[in-house]
């Protein structure tokens, strides 16, 4: 399984990273900015992107919006994250095609649960 | 920050006798002012008007100017109209001293200085210690005074109208 | 790896990322004091601290730091009301913002337990209630797939700008994979100068090729579609967004626009883009321009310095080899000072486009068939005054269209073609531009100018009124000599404007006129107002600095040289006697005693020449010219100051104003100036 994880923080990419490793060892690919994710995109098939809402250059909504009309990443499934709490933002994120919504922090539980219900995994 | 500038930040807070003036706030809008000196009488600008404080440095009079407009100076290459505070307010014309300074106002897209004897400290009114100018005081509309506020401690705080005062 | 858990083990992780956004939000902050002091605060700014706390919230959370977060949790509130627009950013959410940093810093540094819950910062920043701007009832074509991937704080930026009366745009670019992020970067950068990139969406289109890259750019500012496109890469698009607002259903078209009228076809302001080239504000070249000046400065000290040093015994050859360094210095500061010069340059071309569109309208409205040609449209003017020419060649065409070319029926019968024409043409010389506006019309009418005149109480009833009367007339004040007033010309402003607006750039008009064969109107302006070389005087203990190309010569003061005549004093010079004053009367300046100056300067006011005595003179300088500001506008005789050095100020004077300006001497009269042979 291949993810990659979109976030400007290093701690929190390492957090979702370690977490992901562990659970599925799964492969990860980290992006410090939406710019950075569009450069490694069309390189690799990912099974799953976590993507961070405020991030420098382009935010979060906006690289989901690119990956959901793009005929080859709109099955990728997005998770994003963010610490915002506001509904407003969670309602546009999924409205914009996100698959789910985590609110930091969370517990590496959460994540794997949320992951777990999207992803096929193997073995 | 140059030797020659001085942050507002940099001057002694107010003194007041409100130690607590966090929970006042809430409560009590407050206005941040500069007092400072002129002719021995105390006034005030809302801080918010204020760009910078410049020590007194040798100025350019203006030939056939009116008497209100001390000189120009350049500062980090603009140049500032400085209005003579005392002559603007009706008080004797001014001495320059070592305390002398140029207050330095937003006046629409460009600044404008504003020269006083002795710039005091940053301090907090209510706003409902805001008075209007006392009625006797007949011409304080066009001199540029806003009202007065009396914090019962020191002398009377003069406080003043940013534009009115500029308007020469 | 990381886990919440692993706080204990992974803290020096945390401390180090945390110093690094820490380090990151105090640059943001102090560039945010910088901007409000300079009057202009960038949303950009306060979103990226906003960006840097929120980061810091998620941090701290990941790793359990609860005091920090609750700090961190705050103060994003607090930030995202400042973005939002709740509440301003002044003095005191400044105040609250630096303190907020530092405890923040101070936490990180000694470990987040051995501190208290930081609840007097927590009170302080602690906002009310959220107040929402009342929904806004214009609405716009944005796309729909556009709004929706919008944040709520880009929302926010989009109805600001709106209300701020800013234009809407989308810009599409698609780039290369390999460098977008940097290209984009900087394309947005230029576009924030002017403006503010609310939005930028990756966008897929059909076709795009794996190495490329395609996205959109909401983009709002106040300039039009022309100025934009040239920041732009060249297969760049661009889409205006309509704004409607339900209240304002009619939308008045300015004259201006109306006339311009177009269609794409008609639009001969396009100019390809030159992709060699790249787009700089004015101010950045400004502030270029005031550093040189202020180096040039430093370079007139240093020569000061060796001068005093090859005086003494023991450092002279120091300060030969000072000197020797600073002329070397001088020379390399010159050619700077030319290079930016020349970057402010632009060719008169630039408003060829939109005269030639005035003229192509104006011909058919008012059924005359007319050409316009150009010659020498590549000289380059200061950007400045090319921006402020505008307006009075529009004015200047109009008239031409109007009054000066006939109809093609009155043309035959005069013997002409058909076909009026109209001849712009601009040529260098030294360091003025000299643009000429010809038509080969009917001529200057005497008659109407002095029944005009007459009417006008200008003229006396029987007065003669020949060709130079006339040309001095058309130029005054209240003077119009349309019969009635035209649909397309003559708005009631007569050429007393476009000399003003003109003598306000530094420049001169003359008009020519040949009774049936045509009319042009000479303007001269000097390149650029931005530098000057002035000669440097001084006169009453006060410096001032003349435009060396309105100085004609300089002698000494000689006292047999002066006399009076009608008790007038005049100077008399190789056989011509020229009006005299001296300068600190002609500023109204006290004589407290009635030295007499040690130098003359003779002065080229108009047609004429001044002379004026000084008390020294101090010598030429390239002079970076400032405006006096607001409350000094309209002094007589001072067009600006300049920087002397050490923040002293000299006054740059005005020599038209001055000579206009009535003296003690010559009574309540203006000193007339002498005309030249």
């Given at each position: 399984m291949k993810i990659l994880v979109v976030d400007d923080s290093r701690s929190t990419r390492a957090f979702i990273g370690g977490t992901v490793e562990k659970a599925f060892g799964a492969e990860v690919t980290e992006s410090s900015t939406g710019f950075e994710a569009l450069r490694v995109l069309p390189g690799q098939v990912f099974d799953a992107i976590i993507a961070d809402?405020?991030?420098?250059?382009?935010?979060g909504f906006e690289l989901l919006r690119y990956l959901k009309t793009h005929p080859v990443y709109s099955a990728i499934p997005v998770i994003i994250i963010s610490t915002q709490m506001a509904q407003e933002d969670r309602d546009r994120g999924l409205a914009a095609g996100a698959a789910a919504y985590l609110t930091k922090p969370f517990q590496p539980e959460e994540l794997e649960t949320v992951l777990r219900s999207l992803v096929t995994v193997e073995g | 920050m140059s030797r020659e500038t001085m942050n507002i930040s940099d001057l002694p807070p107010s003194q007041g006798r409100?130690?607590?003036?966090v929970t006042r706030r809430a409560t009590i809008p407050v206005l941040q002012v500069l007092a400072f000196r002129l002719a021995g009488e105390r006034y005030a600008l809302d801080?918010?008007?204020?760009?910078e404080i410049l020590k007194y440095r040798p100025m350019t009079p203006i030939p056939?100017?009116?008497?209100?407009i001390h000189g120009i100076v350049s500062v980090r290459g603009r140049i500032i109209t400085v209005v003579d505070g005392r002559i603007r307010l009706g008080l004797e014309a001014a001495e320059i001293g070592p305390a002398s300074r140029i207050i330095v106002l937003r006046h629409g897209e460009e600044p404008v200085g504003l020269l006083v004897d002795e710039v005091l400290k940053v301090e907090k009114l209510p706003v409902d210690s805001i008075a209007p100018p006392?009625?006797?005081?007949?011409d304080a509309a066009a001199r540029g005074i806003a009202g007065v506020c009396d914090t019962r401690q020191e002398s009377i705080l003069i406080l003043l109208d940013r534009e009115a005062v500029l308007n020469v | 790896m990381t886990g919440p858990g692993d706080t204990k083990a992974d803290g020096g992780e945390f401390v180090s990322e945390a110093e690094d956004l820490l380090e990151e939000l105090g640059r943001e902050l102090q560039g945010l004091e910088k901007e409000r002091r300079q009057g202009r605060v960038r949303p950009q700014g306060i979103n990226a601290a906003f960006r840097h706390v929120h980061s810091l919230k998620g941090l701290s959370g990941l790793f359990g730091h609860e005091h920090l977060g609750q700090l961190a949790h705050i103060l994003e509130d607090f930030l995202d009301g400042l973005r939002m627009g709740r509440h301003p950013l002044d003095e005191s959410a400044l105040d609250v913002l630096f303190e907020s940093h530092e405890r923040m810093e101070s936490m990180v540094a000694s470990g987040d337990?051995?501190?208290?819950?930081?609840l007097d910062l927590i009170n302080r920043l602690a906002v009310g209630e959220e107040k929402k701007a009342p929904p806004d009832g214009r609405r716009t074509s944005l796309p729909e797939d556009i709004l929706r991937s919008l944040t709520r704080y880009e929302e926010h930026r989009l109805h600001a700008s709106i209300r701020a009366g800013h234009e809407l745009w989308l810009v599409s670019v698609t780039l290369p994979l390999k460098s977008f992020d940097e290209d984009l970067r900087r394309l947005a950068s230029e576009l924030n100068?002017?403006?503010?990139?609310?939005s930028t969406l990756p966008c897929y289109e059909a076709?795009?090729?794996?190495?490329r890259l395609s996205f959109r750019l909401l983009y709002a500012c106040g300039f039009d579609a022309g100025d934009i496109k040239?920041?732009?890469?060249?297969d760049a698009s661009l889409e205006a967004i309509a704004i409607h607002d339900p209240q304002d259903e009619v939308t008045s078209v300015s004259d201006e626009e109306s006339l311009a009228g177009s269609g794409p076809e008609d639009d001969v302001f396009a100019e390809p883009l030159d992709r060699a080239s790249v787009r700089v504000p004015l101010e950045r070249l400004d502030r270029i321009m005031d550093v040189v000046g202020e180096l040039l400065l430093f370079r007139h000290r240093m020569d000061g310095v060796s001068r005093e040093l090859m005086e003494g015994e023991e450092t002279r050859s120091l300060g030969h080899e000072l000197h020797r360094a600073s002329g070397e210095l001088d020379k390399k500061l010159q050619d700077l000072q030319r290079s930016v010069i020349g970057a402010r340059m632009v060719p008169v071309s630039r408003i060829v486009g939109r005269l030639a569109r005035l003229v192509r309208k104006m011909a058919r409205t008012s059924g005359k068939d007319i050409l316009l040609e150009t010659e020498g449209s590549g000289t380059e003017l200061d950007k400045m005054m090319i921006d402020h020419l505008q307006s009075p060649l529009i004015h200047l065409v109009r008239n031409a269209i109007h009054h000066g070319i006939e109809s093609p029926l009155e043309r035959k019968q005069a013997g002409k073609a058909p076909t009026g024409r109209l001849l712009l043409k601009a040529v260098q010389r030294g360091n003025e531009v000299v643009l000429s506006l010809s038509d080969?019309?009917?001529?200057?009418?005497l008659e109407a100018v002095r029944q005009t005149a007459v009417a006008r109480g200008?003229?006396?009833?029987n007065a003669e009124c020949d060709l130079e009367v006339a040309r001095q007339l058309v130029f005054?004040?209240?003077?119009?000599?349309?019969?009635e007033v035209g649909d397309v010309s003559?708005?009631?402003?007569?050429?007393d404007v476009v000399k003003s607006e003109l003598q306000n750039l530094g420049g001169e008009v003359h008009l020519f006129s040949e009774p049936g064969a045509g009319t042009t109107v000479e303007i001269s302006l000097p390149i650029?107002?931005?530098?000057m070389p002035c000669m440097v005087v001084r006169s009453g203990g006060l410096d001032f600095a003349i435009p060396?190309?309105?100085?004609s010569e300089t002698l000494r003061y000689l006292q047999e040289r002066v006399e009076t005549v009608a008790q007038r004093p005049v100077l008399r010079l190789r056989g011509e006697t020229l009006p005299y004053a001296d300068l600190r009367e002609l500023l109204h300046?006290?004589?407290?005693?009635h030295d007499e100056p040690g130098f003359v300067v003779v002065a080229r006011v108009g047609a004429g020449r001044l002379a004026m005595g000084v008390d020294e003179l101090l010598g030429q300088h390239e002079v970076v010219i400032k405006p006096v500001g607001s409350l000094l506008?309209?002094?007589?005789?001072?067009?600006g100051a300049t920087e002397m050095g050490g923040g002293r100020a000299a006054l740059v004077l005005d020599l038209p104003s001055l000579a206009a300006a009535p003296t003690s001497l010559s009574g309540s009269t203006a000193l007339e100036t002498e005309a030249s042979p």
């Open positions: 809402i405020n991030m420098p250059d382009i935010n | 409100d130690p607590d003036n801080i918010q008007e204020i760009i056939q100017a009116s008497d209100l006392p009625s006797t005081l007949v | 337990e051995a501190q208290a819950a930081p100068e002017c403006g503010e990139v609310i076709g795009d090729a794996e190495a040239e920041f732009l890469p060249e080969d019309g009917r001529g200057l009418d200008m003229l006396e009833e005054q004040p209240g003077f119009s000599s349309v019969k003559g708005r009631g402003v007569g050429l650029t107002l931005a530098i060396v190309s309105g100085i300046m006290p004589m407290v005693n506008d309209g002094l007589p005789g001072i067009s």
